[in-house]
């Protein structure tokens, strides 16, 4: 495509996002302002943005790219992402919001009364951050090299210095509105050129292919173990996901955060059936673009491909435009939860060392970037996933539901999931994908029930430490914020 | 314009809620929140236990009845068609339920603990 075209869609996302930033930078003057927009934000917009920091990478490029190589097995891949969002309602988002607290740590400190699972939780949640932004950064270097011919890291660079813009300058108020602006920009980037595409393709009567090279790689389809151990990961892995979960706060009570989750549903539900039609029209239309091992810039280059001349080059911009959105705000959206967490634990809690904060937890994940290989993105998020249900999600779970839990029942099952889940990841990247043992490629399946049992055991074995505050928290997380006297 | 600086932690209590959990204190008061909290989980369970039962049952039904992956309606093929779109309505119809059926429960607790 024209890199001229693409270079100019990049710069008017870019533009249009510290615009939105600056303009929520008027009235962010607070501390409370800066980490969770003073929860006063409405359904609509909360719901918007939590959608728009949700569609990453993974699934604005990946999932596509995955469903032309793998087809049906791929499919999973939006059902997990959308149902992990349906397990965060029936089991987190009302308790969440009614603890009060503002980040993962924060919770689980308030709940087991103890400053050491602070400290572990903290650096965990560090820890899926950093993971999840180092592909971000690699679809934002691959967009950059298909679309303008530009080296790689030109785009990872870019996108680290808005994001740091952006959040050092306004913290949360105007990432709310950059996030929600955002989600739209994504929808309307997918969904124009596809519908276009199918609307030229049956103009034209271009004849779809025949059976066989509907599967353009002749990849033997993945097992049921595979298929199961994807979606533990994307179930339960959504739970523990920072910035997700901050998001919650800015709900003024339970239940409108549930309110506000069933309308993220909805907004992802119609947001899927985008990126799957891409990939059934790629098999049955334009399947050479698996074999150039590029299939994770199918989005941006099918309409191209499909359409061309000036009408593809417009929509390729569009796409790319919705593609750089993605990487903005799923960054941005880590960048802040990680910048809450550091400033709070390691820097003492002020807005300036939120802002050092937000800096140091950008440029430490293009590091990673720099140093690692980019593998199939919606992959290695489904790691990401698998590491967060490993270790996250456990401690978040039985915090809320089980009165047993104990301090030393939650480190104990946080670091064995993280061990055995990061062990397996390790030994994947090292031994690479081709000869990798299901087992070792998709460790969810058996990393995230350890770390249950674990974190029950260990719990039993120390019961005498279930802290005193046990019983008021769990008042807290569950019982409807109307005062009780206001009610009759 | 005043700014206000705040420190740390930011995890400390807000004082609606000291209230609201000083109301349940006694012995009663936690033998309500106990059984909201059961009645809670066993809600988020069994929509959670019914959607993926279903959501299993996808598969199987294209495994067990021969040649209905190789249907196509309007040109799509019907197992993209249920895995790709037809799980979503699944998703929003549990979400519903769920939602309507939490805000019962907890107005149930309401009435119950009101009464003390």
């Known amino acids: 495509m024209n890199p001229g075209v693409a270079i100019a869609a990049l710069a008017v996302v870019s533009v249009a996002t510290a615009v939105i930033g600056f303009y929520g930078l008027r009235i962010s003057r607070t501390t409370g302002d800066f980490y969770v927009a003073s929860r006063t934000v409405r359904p609509w917009w909360n719901a918007s943005a939590i959608g728009g920091e949700y569609l990453s990478a993974a699934s604005f490029l990946g999932v596509a790219g995955l469903i032309l190589l793998s087809g049906t097995d791929a499919l999973w891949f939006p059902v997990g992402y959308t149902a992990g969002y349906l397990m965060l309602l029936l089991f987190v988002a009302a308790p969440l919001r009614r603890s009060g ?21 903290s650096l965990v949640v560090v820890v899926v951050g950093w993971l999840y ?36 300058a306004g913290g949360m108020r105007s990432i709310t509105f950059v996030q929600a602006f955002q989600y739209w920009l994504k929808l309307t980037a997918l969904a124009v050129p596809i ?8 103009g034209t009567g271009t004849p779809a292919l025949s059976a066989p090279a509907v599967n353009p790689t002749g990849l033997a389809s993945s097992g049921a173990y595979q298929n199961v151990s994807l ?100 960054t941005s959206g880590l960048v802040v939860s990680l910048a809450g967490v550091i400033s709070q634990d390691v820097l003492g809690g002020e807005v300036g060392g939120f802002r050092l904060a937000a800096v140091v937890s950008a440029v430490v994940p293009l590091g990673f970037a720099f140093m690692t290989d980019s593998m199939a993105l919606a992959g ?32 104990a099952g946080m670091v064995t999931g993280g061990l055995l889940c990061g062990g397996a990841m390790i030994a994947g990247a090292l031994a690479g994908a081709a000869n990798l043992a299901p087992w070792l490629a998709q460790p969810a399946a058996w990393t995230v029930p350890t770390a249950f049992a674990v974190m029950v055991v260990v719990s039993r074995a120390t019961a005498h430490r279930i802290p005193a505050t046990m019983a008021r928290v769990m008042t807290r997380l569950h019982t409807p914020e109307r005062p009780l006297a206001t009610e009759r | 314009m005043t700014r206000v600086r705040v420190t740390a932690p930011r995890s400390a209590a807000l004082p609606a809620v000291e209230s609201r959990e000083a109301a349940q204190a006694s012995e009663v008061g936690q033998v309500f929140v106990r059984s909201l909290i ?79």
């Open chain 1, 133 to 168: 932004i180092v592909p971000q950064l690699h679809g934002a270097a691959l967009t950059i090299r298909i679309t303008t011919g530009l080296p790689s890291w030109v785009g990872s660079v870019a996108v680290v210095i808005v994001v740091c813009l952006t959040v050092v």
């Open chain 1, 231 to 330: 979606l533990v990961a994307l179930l339960f892995g959504t739970l523990g996901l920072p910035h997700v979960l901050v998001r919650f706060y800015t709900n003024p009570d339970g239940q409108s955060a549930r309110r506000t989750t069933v309308i993220v549903l909805g907004l992802l539900s119609v947001f899927y059936l985008f990126p799957t039609a891409y990939g059934l029209v790629a098999r049955m239309f334009a399947p050479g673009l698996a074999r150039t091992n590029q299939a994770d810039a199918l989005v941006l280059l099918l309409p191209g491909e499909l359409v061309g001349g000036t009408a593809g080059d417009l929509l390729s911009a569009l796409v790319v435009a919705g593609a750089f959105a993605a990487f903005l705000s799923t």
């Open chain 1, 101 to 121: 607290a503002y980040t993962i740590p924060d919770f689980t400190e308030a709940r087991l009364d103890s400053r050491v699972v602070r400290k572990v939780t």
């Open chain 1, 195 to 202: 519908l276009f595409i199918i609307f030229v393709l049956a």
């Open chain 1, 380 to 411: 290695s998020v489904g790691l990401v996933f698998a590491f967060t249900a490993s270790t996250v999600c456990p401690v978040l779970l039985l915090g809320i539901w089980w009165r047993g839990l104990t301090d030393a029942g939650a480190i």
């Open chain 2, 38 to 116: 059961r009645s809670q989980l066993r809600l988020a369970l069994v929509v959670a236990g019914g959607f993926l039962l279903i959501l299993a049952a996808f598969p199987l039904l294209l495994a067990v009845v021969p040649g209905l992956s190789e249907t196509r309606i309007v040109g799509i093929p019907f197992n993209w068609l249920l895995l790709g779109a037809g799980i979503y309505p699944l998703i929003g119809l549990s979400a519903w339920f769920y939602v309507r059926t939490a805000a019962r429960n907890e107005a149930r607790y309401r009435d119950l603990a009101g009464d003390q």
